[in-house]
């Protein structure tokens, strides 16, 4: 039962792995007519009351106050304050370079669990070497930026899509080891999805230039539908499913494979920026990404 478990959910990952890479690439094309804090709060309200919607009439809706509440916490803080944020960042920073920050997590997320006490294990040498493998590769994409840290537009999109980082890491390491959760995953995931999609449309009430929607493109309501059907419903589900199952250092890794996607998109279809820097930077992640699950596997088995 457990090796179907710890398929599944290595199978859940993949899913996350791939589909949110595509994501980076949805937003940036959605946010280029719409405002972007009310694109992301209609993408996540839509998507968790759909699947609310399916779980009560699958009988499987189970809930009280103390859920929404509890859930609320990685809510606000993952969908609305970390992912929400992106689509605002990605309107002064290549939604690659979005991708690449987000790639912190994994390293955000262990020293954030280590920092408070979540998890005092001492880490396998193969964690450690990949988590600087992954930063390697992170510090070599940014060689290629810094000619454009002089633009305070840009400087701004960087250092808030760094705090999007932080929110979403903390709101994993809480949800993995201090929120209650029910046994219903996609409750917690749509509960998530609907709180933190809440929080957004009160952020775009303060920050959001609704005369934009005037000049809203059948590519941003396209880019929309997409990400509220497959980069919501089907991949949040994924990744909640994901982190209740897998150890949270190998159930975040996701943010190491994320990027290349995402910069591939940006190199095919929006123009954006490739050069060889680029690719040994893939090599570096990659190589990380592969002694973090490594290292992860081994403590496992201690």
Same mark, same amino acid.
């Given at each position: ?6 398929? @599944?959910?290595?199978?859940? @990952?993949?899913?996350?792995?791939? $589909? ?13 007519? +719409?405002? =972007? ?51 605002? &960042? ?15 997590? =994994?390293?955000? $997320? $262990? $020293? ?22 992954? &930063? ?12 454009? @840290?002089?633009? =305070? ?11 999007? &980082? ?7 390491? @809480? ?30 009430? +303060? ?83 592969? &002694? ?11």
């Amino acid at each position: 039962m457990d090796n179907n478990k710890n398929s @599944l959910a290595y199978g859940a @990952l993949f899913i996350v792995c791939i $589909v949110w890479g595509t994501t980076y690439f949805a937003i940036r094309i959605g946010v280029e007519t +719409f405002p =972007p804090f009310l694109f992301a709060a209609i993408r996540q309200v839509v998507a968790g009351g759909a699947l609310l919607l399916g779980l009560k009439l699958t009988g499987s809706l189970n809930m009280n106050k103390s859920d929404f509440l509890y859930q609320s916490v990685p809510g606000v803080l993952m969908v609305a304050l970390g992912n929400g944020v992106i689509g605002w &960042c990605e309107r002064y920073i290549s939604s690659g370079l979005a991708a690449l920050i987000l790639s912190l997590i =994994p390293v955000f $997320v $262990v $020293v954030i669990s280590y920092l408070f006490g979540f998890d005092r294990r001492k880490p396998h040498l193969l964690i450690i070497v990949g988590l600087i493998l992954g &930063c390697l590769g992170i510090v070599l994409i940014f060689r290629d930026n810094l000619k454009d @840290l002089a633009n =305070p537009a840009y400087f701004t999109g960087m250092l808030i899509a760094f705090r999007a &980082c932080l929110a979403w890491a903390s709101g994993s390491v @809480l949800a993995k080891y201090k929120i209650p959760n029910s046994k219903n995953v996609l409750q917690n995931a749509a509960l998530q999805l609907f709180s933190g999609g809440m929080a957004l449309f009160v952020i775009s009430a +303060f920050l959001d230039d609704y005369s934009e929607l005037k000049t809203v493109t059948t590519s941003s309501i396209w880019a929309l539908v997409y990400l509220i059907v497959v980069g919501s419903v089907i991949a949040y589900s994924a990744f909640v499913y994901a982190l209740k199952h897998l150890p949270i250092g190998i159930s975040s890794l996701y943010a190491y494979i994320n990027p290349f996607i995402a910069i591939m998109l940006g190199f095919l279809f929006l123009n954006e920026n490739l050069t060889g820097i680029t690719l040994l930077a893939l090599v570096a992640t990659l190589s990380g990404v592969y &002694c973090v699950n490594r290292g992860y596997q081994k403590m496992s088995k201690k």
